[in-house]
C-alpha cells in the first residue's frame, strides 16, 4: 500500500469512525482511536492491552469492517460529503451571479438529500 493509499485509508475510516462511533462497541472504538487518531502501532496497543499484535490487528479489521458496513446500510458518510459538494455549488453559483434556476436546482437538490422517496421536492 502506498503512503498516499493509506493517507486515503486512514482519513476514511477517521471520517467514518466520526459518524458511526457509538456505534461500535467500547473495545472497538478504543482500539480505532489508538490506532487511527493517536498513531499507536499495533505493538503498543498490544502492550497497552496485554495480547498479541494478531489479536490488536483482527480486532481493528473487524471494526473497520464493522463501520464499512455501517455505512452500506445507512450511507451517512456520502450524503454528507454530497451535501458538501452541494454546498460548494451552491456557494460558486451565488458568487459568480448565475441564473436563479440554477441556485434553485442545487438547493432542491440538497433538499431531497434527507428526504424520504415519496417526499421529493419536484422541480
Known amino acids: 500500500?502506498?503512503?498516499?493509499?493509506?493517507?486515503?485509508?486512514?482519513?476514511?475510516?477517521?471520517?467514518?469512525f466520526d459518524f458511526y462511533q457509538?456505534?461500535?462497541?467500547e473495545k472497538q472504538?478504543?482500539?480505532?482511536?489508538?490506532?487511527?487518531?493517536?498513531?499507536?502501532?499495533?505493538g503498543e496497543i498490544a502492550a497497552e492491552f496485554e495480547i498479541s499484535r494478531q489479536a490488536v490487528y483482527e480486532?481493528?479489521?473487524?471494526?473497520?469492517?464493522?463501520?464499512?458496513?455501517?455505512?452500506?446500510?445507512l450511507h451517512l458518510l456520502a450524503q454528507y460529503e454530497r451535501r458538501q459538494q452541494l454546498l460548494q455549488s451552491l456557494l460558486q453559483e451565488a458568487e459568480g451571479g448565475r441564473q436563479r434556476e440554477e441556485l434553485l436546482r442545487i438547493a432542491r437538490e440538497l433538499i431531497n438529500l434527507d428526504m424520504i422517496d415519496d417526499e421529493v421536492i419536484e422541480e
Open 1 to 16: 500500500m502506498t503512503d498516499l493509499e493509506a493517507l486515503s485509508k486512514t482519513t476514511r475510516i477517521n471520517a467514518l
Open 29 to 42: 472504538a478504543t482500539f480505532l482511536r489508538y490506532y487511527f487518531h493517536e498513531n499507536f502501532s499495533l
Open 59 to 73: 480486532h481493528i479489521k473487524r471494526a473497520e469492517r464493522v463501520l464499512e458496513d455501517y455505512e452500506e446500510k
Open 22 to 25: 457509538t456505534l461500535l462497541t
